[in-house]
């Protein structure tokens, strides 16, 4: 195998290892379940989708950085209730090492963006 063959494969192990780590690295983090426990609770949701049945974090839509006690998320959650599926996105704040919801909205039954908050 040539040079440029391994280089290519070498990158496609990295991106195919890296990108797994770095969703179950998202998924447990306290931002992710500060987003799932709000969405549970969230009223004007319940009201829309009903009790929530399951959450799934977008596999695609996640962004997160921290340093120190700050830090910010965007997730992107796939809601499934009693009475409907959803898509939620959340922008979680860091501060002082406690994570708060900072703005959040869904796409209703009618096609509108909705606030959460």
Do not use: C, H
């Amino acid at each position: 195998m040539n040079k440029r063959k391994k280089i290519i494969l070498l990158i496609v192990a990295i991106v195919l290892i890296a990108y797994p780590g770095s969703y179950l690295l998202v998924l447990n983090s306290d931002a992710a379940l500060v987003g799932d426990k709000f969405i549970r609770s969230n009223s004007p949701l319940i009201s829309e989708i009903g009790e929530v049945n399951s959450i799934t974090l977008s596999p695609l839509g996640y962004a997160i950085e921290f340093s120190g006690s700050s830090g910010s998320a965007d997730l992107t959650y796939w809601v499934d209730g009693e009475n409907g599926k959803t898509e939620v996105s959340l922008q979680i704040e860091m501060r002082m090492n406690v994570w708060n919801i900072q703005k959040g909205n869904y796409l209703s039954k009618s096609g509108k963006v909705l606030d959460l908050l």
